[in-house]
């Protein structure tokens, strides 16, 4: 059976990386999750004291050489935790903190420079499903299968909320959906590959779709793609 490239985009927490892995899973496919690299690098930032009012952006240069993400399959959970220069930092970079400076480190063009390039290095060949920003715009443009999710800001900060209360992080709602309009914001406006549907994605409005169901649709996007 021919492995395809699958390009998933969309805004932040709109259940992409959920979608995304499952299909992997499926499919037997190989799952990168693109925002975590970029939580990776901010997570690196903060630890280095690069980032206060505004990101020492120099520094960060300086420094960007010693910043190495990997990925490691978690046979336990069954998905891909983020490694920083050789530490799991999987919990780490889903804290708020992180998620309120990540889009001021995803906007820096070297950093993009170098993530784009980690990333169609791992998922060159094919057999792989990407989810991010712009997947389907800059990382893989010829990608068989792209994909655009969105659902309402309000139905995306309920979610992470849901998230971050499950695993025990005290949180506030009105802060989360802040959080996600304000990286919607930053996200669309930078001017380094900014989030933009490829013109060739299909669009997803999962709003009122429950897991099962947006994880079907994708399924048979995806079946008649490869079967074809
Ligand atoms: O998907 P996420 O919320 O974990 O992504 C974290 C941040 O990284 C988000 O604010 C946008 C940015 N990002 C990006 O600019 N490009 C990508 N390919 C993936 C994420």
Sequence with gaps: MKKITIAIDGHS????STMAKDLARKLGYVYIDT???????????IEHNLIKEEVDVEGLRSQMEN???SFLFNEATGRPDTYLNGTRVEDRIRTMEVSSKVSLIAAIDFVRTAMVAQQQEMGNGGGVV???RDIGTTVFPNAE???FVTASAEVRAKRRYDELTAKGEVCNLQE????VQERDRLDSTRAVSPLRKADDAIVLDNSELTIEQQNEWLMEKAV?????
């Design 35 to 45: 925002g975590a690299m970029y939580r990776a690098v901010t997570l690196y930032a």
């Design 224 to 228: 008649s793609v490869i079967n074809n």
């Design 130 to 132: 990407m989810d991010g």
């Design 176 to 179: 989360i959906l802040e959080n």
């Design 67 to 69: 910043v190495n993400i």
């Design 13 to 16: 927490s709109c259940g992409k």
């Design 145 to 147: 299968l792209k994909i």
